[in-house]
């Protein structure tokens, strides 16, 4: 159903379970749809806007989410889905199977070990997925050395499935002043640019062209920024509070 964004489980204490794969597993089993980060309709316009209806589509970290039926239904219709749950891959395999939606693949596979050659999506898109490698990273302006790595091993990966031209969306909470030093690491050589969408509080829609960086986007990723935004957990929707980052008391 569109639009429904309430869990069949009960907001777990604290983010860091989700880094754990039994977390998932025993989720999933219990719920049958869950929308991070708002659901198709308050981005469908931006989805449009950047995939074409002929293009190859990798979206990372599935889940029970619907958005790969709402893009199919937008008429983009090779698409593979991934995910870490073997639990999520086989609802999805089944939920997808009985609307008849059979040209969706669904495939267990880590983000961060990506079993794809080199050059072959036209476009990567994540929602809230990257997001999870970020809850245990201390301080947003100078994440853990462990934090890093595994980000910078997520975009290696998607980096290298991309055709020439592609491109990858990263739909996050992550703003961009935490977000830009890492899609700006000189081993890529995408172009950054992010609308947002949202009420009272704005997601952001980053979408990363492969090949169009410029030099004038060289230096955008040494200046700490101060952020424009606050944060309160009264703006969000269901669990997305949980990602939220209290600025005043980082330094």
């Not at 929602?127 to 809850?135: E, I, P, R």
Request: net charge negative; glycine share 6%; aromatic share 14%.
């Amino acid at each position: 159903m569109e639009g429904f964004r309430k869990p069949t489980t009960e907001p777990p204490s604290t983010a860091l379970v989700y880094q754990d794969p039994h977390y998932w597993n025993e989720r999933f089993s219990k719920e049958e749809h869950y929308e991070w980060f708002k659901d198709y309709s308050h981005f469908r316009h931006l989805i449009q806007a950047h995939i074409p209806p002929s293009s190859s589509v990798l979206e990372l970290g599935c889940g029970n989410s619907q958005l790969c039926e709402e893009i199919y239904r937008d008429g983009i219709t090779e698409i593979t889905c991934i995910d870490l749950s073997a639990v999520a891959v086989e609802n999805m395999q089944k939920r997808l199977e009985a609307k008849g939606y059979k040209e969706i693949k669904v495939l267990e596979a880590d983000m961060l070990d990506l079993p794809f050659n080199d050059e072959c999506f036209d476009v990567v898109i994540e929602k809230g997925t990257m997001d999870v490698l970020f809850v245990n990273s201390g301080d947003p302006w100078n994440p853990r050395p462990e934090t890093v790595a595994q980000v910078k091993a997520m975009l290696e990966g998607v980096h290298r499935v991309l055709k020439p031209d592609g491109i990858f969306i990263s739909i996050s909470f992550g703003q961009p002043h935490f977000r830009r030093p890492l899609f700006y690491a000189p081993d890529f050589t995408w172009s950054v640019e992010w609308s947002t969408f949202g009420d009272g509080f704005h997601y952001f829609f980053y979408v990363l062209r492969k090949g169009k960086r410029s030099s004038s986007d060289e230096g955008s990723s040494g200046e700490k920024e101060i952020p424009s935004l606050c944060l309160f957990q009264e703006e969000l929707e269901g669990e997305d509070f949980i990602f939220r980052t209290n600025i005043d008391e980082d330094s």
